[in-house]
C-alpha cells in the first residue's frame, strides 16, 4: 500500500506541475491538495502549492504553505528565501530578516564547504604527497 500511496501522490505532483507550467492555476491547485492528502509531509508538495497561491496572489496562503515547507525541511533555502520576501512585503520586518539571515547562514554554510573541497583537491592534485616529496628528501635529518 505504501508504494501505491507514493505512486499515486507523484502521479498528482506531475499533473499539478504541468497544469501549473499551462497556467491552470485552479485545476493545478486541486492536484496540489490530493498529494498533500496522500502524503501530508510532502514539503515539496506544500512548495509547489505555494507557489500556485503566490501565482494567484493570494500571499497569506502561500506563507502558510512556505512555513509548512520550512518546518518539515529547514535547509530548504528557496522557500524561506520566498516566505522572506513576502514577510517583507507585510511589513514583517523582524520575520522577514530572521528568514533573509537564516538563508544567509545556510549558503555562506554550503559555500565554506565548496571552498574547502576545492582546496583540498587542489592540494591533492598541485601538491606532492609528503612521503614522495621533493621538500621532504631536501629537509635536513636530525
Same mark, same amino acid.
Request: overall charge positive; glycine content about 8%.
Given at each position: ?7 499515486? #501522490? @507523484? ?8 497544469? !501549473?507550467?499551462? +497556467? *491552470? $492555476? ?5 492536484? &496540489? ?22 501565482a494567484m496572489g493570494k500571499s497569506k ?8 515547507? #520550512? @518546518?518539515?525541511?529547514?535547509d530548504f533555502t528557496m522557500a524561506r !528565501?520566498?516566505? +522572506? *520576501? $513576502? ?5 514583517? &520586518? ?49
Amino acid at each position: 500500500a505504501e508504494c501505491g500511496i507514493n505512486a499515486e #501522490v @507523484e502521479k498528482q505532483l506531475e499533473m499539478g506541475k504541468k497544469l !501549473l507550467a499551462a +497556467g *491552470q $492555476l485552479a485545476d493545478a491547485l486541486s492536484h &496540489f491538495h490530493a498529494a498533500l492528502e496522500g502524503d501530508p509531509d510532502n514539503y515539496f508538495a506544500y512548495y509547489r502549492r505555494a507557489t500556485v497561491y503566490l501565482a494567484m496572489g493570494k500571499s497569506k496562503a502561500a506563507i502558510r504553505d512556505l512555513s509548512k515547507v #520550512v @518546518e518539515l525541511k529547514q535547509d530548504f533555502t528557496m522557500a524561506r !528565501l520566498q516566505r +522572506g *520576501q $513576502l514577510l517583507l512585503k507585510q511589513g514583517k &520586518f523582524d520575520e522577514a530578516g530572521e528568514d533573509f539571515r537564516r538563508v544567509l547562514k545556510l549558503l555562506l554554510s554550503c559555500l565554506s564547504g565548496i571552498f574547502w573541497r576545492t582546496l583540498l583537491r587542489l592540494e591533492e592534485v598541485f601538491l606532492p604527497k609528503k612521503s614522495s616529496s621533493v621538500s621532504g628528501a631536501l629537509l635536513p635529518m636530525e
